[in-house]
Every structure is written in C-alpha cells, then in structure tokens.
C-alpha cells in the first residue's frame, strides 16, 4: 500500500471539482477529508505492520522453546546421566563394602578347616576357588589334605601338575621336593631343592643341604651350611639349627 500514490490520486480529484465549488470551500473540505484520510492509513500501516512483527516474534519465540526443549532433551539428559553416574560411583567408593566370596575369605576359611582336621569342608572351600582361579596356596593346600589322608600319589599328581603350569613357582617347587623327599626319592628331591637354592632361596638351600646329609655327601652339605650361616637374611632360629650342623658335621 503506497500512500503518496493515494494521497496524489485525492488531490487531482480536488482539483476536477474546483469549477463547480467556491475555491475556498473545495480547499477547506478537501484539506479536512486529506488529513482525515492520512491518519487512517498511517493507523491501518501501523496496525498492518504491528501484526506482522508481532506474528513474526510469536514465531520466532515458539521456534527458539522447540530448539531448546530439543536441546534439553537430547543432550542435558544425557549429561545428567553422566553426571549422576560419577556421582554414584564415587558415593559408592566411599564405602569399605565387604567382598564375601573373595578367594582370599574362602582361603582363610579352607584354611581354618584344614587347621581343625575339618579336611571335607576345607576341600569345600578349595573347589569353589580353584573354580574362580589357580590360586597356589589353595593347590597347595589341597595337595597337603590328600598327604594327610594318607593319599600321596594323588598329592603328588596336583602338585606335578601344578608344576608342569608353574614351573617358577617356589611355593609349588618346594611342597614337591618335600613330596618326594618323604616317599624316598631323595634324588628328584635333590634336584628340586637345588633349583630353589640357586635362586637365593634360604629355604631351597637348607633343604638340599638335609638331603645331601641323608645322602651320605656331608661335606657338601657343610658347605651350603656355612654359606647359609654368613646369610644376613637368614632368620635367627635358623640359624642356630644351622650353627649345630656346622659343629656336627665339622668334627
């Protein structure tokens, strides 16, 4: 809607009928019904352009809450979740909770059982954890409650199948050497021992040095005596039972 066209369209209007009317009368009337007319378009183009822009800023409005919803549901979710999740997760920390079936708790309680003669109930506790690992102590320990039944090959067998997947195992070494040792195979113990030995191992050294004696070979036996007795790291009441073979065997 242009204004000035319609502004100029009035006046040549005016001035078609100003032969027929007084001047004076054609210009009064004709200014009266112009400014009239003016104000109604100026009020009908600010009506016209306040709907617009009132339109457009609804719009604009509803669109930037969508984007926001959107927003909020697609990613702040997600990081409330996240952050939740942490939060949890170090409340939970803060607790000492309890693990009861740890190998470690069953161990104990397996062992604990040996201890009593309670050997059904601690081989109990021995398969629920050779069921979770390979836990040594608990081979170990299943390999003693057979000895102690008076089953040595089936001892004998666990702990040389121990060994054949655990070679570097001190523990597993030593409890075989003893195996053997005890069922009067004093050379595979020897040779089980001498491992340990090498290796720095006190224990390892002062069983080889026992063997060699029941061997009949005291002088080596002497010597791994007097080596473990300059040992700094040889407990004391070893070393007074190795002081006593020193003194036996040195006559």
């Given at each position: 809607m242009n204004i000035f066209k319609e502004i100029k369209k009035l006046q040549s209007q005016s001035e078609g009928k100003k032969g027929e009317i007084h001047p004076f009368t054609v210009v009064k009337k004709e200014k009266r019904n112009l400014k009239k007319?003016?104000?109604?378009?100026?009020?009908?183009?600010?009506?016209?352009?306040?709907?617009?822009?009132?339109?457009?800023?609804?719009?604009?409005?509803?669109?930037?809450?969508?984007k926001k919803e959107k927003f909020i549901t697609e990613i702040n979710i997600s990081e409330i979740s996240k952050n939740v999740k942490s939060s949890?997760?170090?409340?939970?920390?803060?607790f000492d909770i309890p693990e009861v079936n740890t190998v470690e708790s069953l161990f104990k309680k397996g062992y604990e059982a040996y201890k009593k003669g309670n050997f059904t109930e601690a081989l109990y506790y021995i398969k629920l954890i050779l069921s979770k690992k390979d836990y040594i102590p608990a081979i170990i320990l299943k390999a003693k409650i057979f000895e102690k039944e008076g089953l040595h090959d089936r001892a004998r067998t666990i702990l040389e199948e121990a060994y054949y997947k655990y070679p570097e195992d001190?523990?597993?070494?030593?409890?075989?050497?003893?195996?053997?040792?005890?069922e009067g195979a004093?050379?595979?113990?020897?040779?089980?021992?001498?491992?340990?030995?090498?290796?720095?191992?006190?224990?390892?050294?002062?069983?080889?040095?026992?063997?060699?004696?029941?061997?009949?070979?005291?002088?080596?036996a002497l010597i791994l005596y007097k080596k473990l007795y300059k040992d700094p790291n040889i407990p004391e009441s070893i070393k007074e039972e190795v002081e006593k073979k020193i003194i036996l065997l040195g006559k």
């Open positions: 007319y003016i104000y109604f378009l100026l009020f009908l183009t600010l009506v016209l352009y306040g709907f617009i822009f009132y339109t457009e800023f609804f719009n604009k409005k509803q669109i930037s809450a969508k949890v997760e170090k409340t939970v920390n803060k001190k523990d597993i070494i030593l409890s075989l050497g003893e195996i053997y040792e005890k004093l050379i595979v113990a020897r040779d089980m021992y001498k491992i340990l030995s090498d290796k720095g191992y006190i224990e390892g050294t002062l069983h080889l040095a026992k063997v060699y004696e029941k061997l009949g070979e005291n002088k080596k």
